[in-house]
Nanobody, 122 residues
């Protein structure tokens, strides 16, 4: 089983930036694809950004041009650089990992860490 630990969340003003980090361990390989998800109060968990082991990326339309996903395979880590943050980006952010990039497109049934809270407010 994959274990995941997210960090880097916090309170930021609209227009600000944050960088989230996630480290994987356990039954994990650097060949796995990794992704970021978020869940706002009263809403379903949604995909934010995905990255394959080879570096191919996919973004939700709502974050394109503002968020950037990256990874460090040597550290079993994935990052999410968030810029031009908006109040609607407020959510708990989670990361996940899976051998299949395609599988990561659906948030259901994936392994997650405890999440990290991002609050965008003035």
């Amino acid at each position: 089983q994959v274990q995941l630990v997210e960090s880097g969340g916090g309170l930021v003003q609209p227009g600000g930036s944050l960088r989230l980090s996630c480290t994987a361990s356990g039954d994990f390989s650097s060949t796995y694809s990794m992704g970021w998800y978020r869940q706002a109060p009263g809403k379903s968990r949604e995909k934010v950004a995905l990255m394959s082991s080879g570096g191919s990326s996919n973004y939700a339309d709502s974050v394109k041009g503002r968020f950037t996903i990256s990874r460090d395979n040597a550290k079993n880590a994935v990052y999410l650089q968030m810029s031009s943050l908006r109040p609607e980006d407020t959510a708990v952010y989670y990361c996940s990992a899976h051998p299949s990039l395609t599988r990561l497109f659906s948030p259901d049934g994936l392994p997650y860490g405890q999440g990290t809270q991002v609050t965008v407010s003035s």
